[in-house]
């Protein structure tokens, strides 16, 4: 039995990835063992590149918990290509103020909200 694919996210990534799965298929041979006692069995999974200004990828993580506020960045990028493929999603929750902030970005999309706790410190609800 073989499988064989590339990923659907090019443009997003830079990059496909393309993967190959063969393994012996003796589910109708009676008497037969289960996988893996079969026989042998191989993956391949390869990286291209689609995009010829790709060199690196960027990735940005930051969680700080404090007393007054929590605040968390998770950013994925490929700076200095010519197409921006910037994806980030941030969150920052003041105590202080009672104020929430969450903001998600892509290339396509950007969207912010804005809240206010309800409750005060315990901040349970916007």
Avoid at 59 to 88: D, K, Q
Wanted: hydrophobic letters at 30%; glycine letters at 6%.
């Amino acid at each position: 039995m073989e499988l064989a694919g590339c990923s659907a996210y090019q443009d997003k990534l830079g990059a496909k990835l393309c993967w190959n799965v063969q393994y012996p298929n003796a589910s109708r041979v009676p008497e037969s063992p289960f996988f893996p006692l079969t026989g042998p069995a191989q993956l391949q999974v390869a990286l291209h590149k689609t995009d010829p200004t790709l060199t690196t990828y960027q990735i940005r993580y930051t969680w700080e918990r404090r007393m007054l506020y929590r605040t968390f960045l998770l950013s994925v990028n490929t700076p200095g290509t010519a197409i921006p493929r910037e994806h980030s999603i941030s969150y920052n929750i003041n105590f202080g103020s009672q104020n929430i902030y969450l903001d998600l970005h892509s290339p396509q999309t950007n969207i912010s909200a804005r809240g206010e706790c309800a409750t005060g410190n315990k901040c349970k609800s916007l």
